[in-house]
C-alpha cells in the first residue's frame, strides 16, 4: 500500500473512533426520559374507595435516584404561574422497578376516598412528574398524562 493510502486510513479511523467515543460520552450524559405514560382515575363507588394510578417508563442513563408525581387540577393557579421542580420537591414519590437495559416501569397510586372526591374540583387534570437521575440530571415534565374527574 502506498505511504498516503496508509495515513488516510489511519485518520479515518481516529476520525470515526473519536466521533463514536463523543456520542458514547453524550449518550451517557442525557437527561431522564419518559415514556408510555399513562393514568387512570377511579371515582369511590358506594362502599369501595376510588383510585388514582399513574405509570410511566423511565429511562437514565446514570439509573433512577427519584421520581416525584403530583396530580393537579388543569384550572389552578399551576396552570396560571407553571409547576416547577421547587413545586414538586415535597410531593409523593412513585415506586420504580427495573425493566430492562437503562430502564424502570415507576407506579404510583393513591386510594381515593369519597370526601378526596367531593372536594376534587371537576374536570380535567393533570399529573406532573420530576425525574431526577443519580448524576443530578432532572426531567420535568408538568402534563405527562391526564384524567378527568367527573
Aim: with cysteine; net charge positive; aromatic share 6%.
Amino acid at each position: 500500500m502506498s505511504r498516503r493510502i496508509v495515513v488516510s486510513v489511519a485518520a479515518g479511523v481516529v476520525v470515526l473512533g473519536g466521533a463514536g467515543a463523543f456520542a458514547l460520552a453524550y449518550a451517557g450524559d442525557q437527561a431522564p426520559a419518559l415514556a408510555h405514560s399513562t393514568a387512570r382515575y377511579t371515582a369511590p363507588d358506594g362502599d369501595r374507595a376510588g383510585s388514582l394510578t399513574f405509570t410511566t417508563d423511565v429511562t437514565a442513563s446514570s439509573e433512577v435516584k427519584s421520581v416525584k408525581v403530583l396530580a393537579w387540577p388543569a384550572h389552578s393557579s399551576f396552570a396560571k404561574k407553571g409547576l416547577t421542580a421547587k413545586d414538586m420537591a415535597a410531593v409523593d414519590s412513585a415506586v420504580c422497578k427495573p425493566s430492562g437495559g437503562d430502564s424502570q416501569r415507576c407506579t404510583y397510586k393513591v386510594p381515593v376516598t369519597r370526601a378526596d372526591a367531593e372536594d376534587s374540583p371537576k374536570g380535567l387534570w393533570h399529573v406532573a412528574v420530576l425525574v431526577i437521575a443519580k448524576d443530578g440530571d432532572p426531567t420535568l415534565d408538568t402534563k405527562a398524562a391526564d384524567f378527568t374527574v367527573r
